[in-house]
């Protein structure tokens, strides 16, 4: 069955330098996808990533990159170079392709807090 | 492009009233979907539309929750009688299709059962 972890609840971080967010899942489905969204206190849901089970580099977009090691089944998300804007709760997911009809199911989340 | 269009923003109702939540998704994204989001968790899958098909409702609490898509473009998410336990965020998400199929999503709206 689809599971998505994210172990931390709450990120400290200081202002310009590198956090890595947290993230495990469990799928029986070869052909999946794994997304990072950032959610500001506005709540709204902002894609950040975007990762395929097949991919072999890492995905990376600006300052984000996300270290994808499959047989560990991890996708964790680095941000470099922190800014104050980046302090949101940052979701993981993970859409399975065969097995899961296309659903798309969300982790918990991790609250980062960049410190000026 | 213009993006995901929900409204209200914000809705404060007494239990076992009804409400409704109306979307407008991305203009030509053929999927759409209905996430509640609880204070604290992630987003969970309401409903997922193909067109003004459905894909998947097995988490939709079919007894007091419904959804229609008509003609493939807006879609409307009501609760009727609503439970204290229905005080969430409502978010609509739209995307394109494909392998990828990243969802954008919309600003959601804020519901509060009293």
């Known amino acids: 069955a689809q599971k998505i972890t994210q172990t931390q609840p709450g990120m400290f971080v200081q202002e310009k330098e590198a956090v890595t967010l947290d993230c495990t899942y469990d799928t029986s489905d070869q052909s999946y996808g794994l997304f990072w969204y950032k959610q500001p206190s506005s709540g709204e849901m902002i894609f950040l990533i975007y990762?395929?089970?097949?991919?072999?580099q890492n995905a990376t977009e600006g300052r984000y990159s996300l270290n994808f090691q499959k047989a560990r089944k991890s996708a964790n998300l680095v941000i470099s170079a922190s800014q104050l804007g980046d302090s949101a709760m940052y979701f993981c997911a993970m859409r399975e392709i065969n097995t899961g009809g296309f659903k798309t199911i969300f982790g918990a989340g991790t609250r980062l807090f960049v410190k000026a | 492009e213009a993006g995901v269009a929900q409204s209200p923003r914000y809705k404060i109702i007494e239990k076992r009233q009804s409400v409704a939540f109306w979307c407008n998704p991305i203009s030509g994204h053929a999927t759409l979907y209905w996430y509640q989001q609880i204070l604290g968790q992630g987003p969970k899958l309401l409903i997922q539309f193909q067109n003004n098909g459905v894909v998947d409702d097995s988490q939709l609490p079919k007894d007091r929750f419904s959804a229609e898509r008509l003609k493939g473009v807006d879609s409307t998410l009501k609760i009727q009688p609503a439970k204290l336990e229905d005080s969430a965020v409502y978010l609509c998400a739209s995307s394109r299709g494909g392998s990828q199929d990243t969802q954008y999503f919309g600003p959601g709206t804020r519901l509060t059962v009293l």
């Open positions: 990762q395929g089970s097949y991919d072999e």
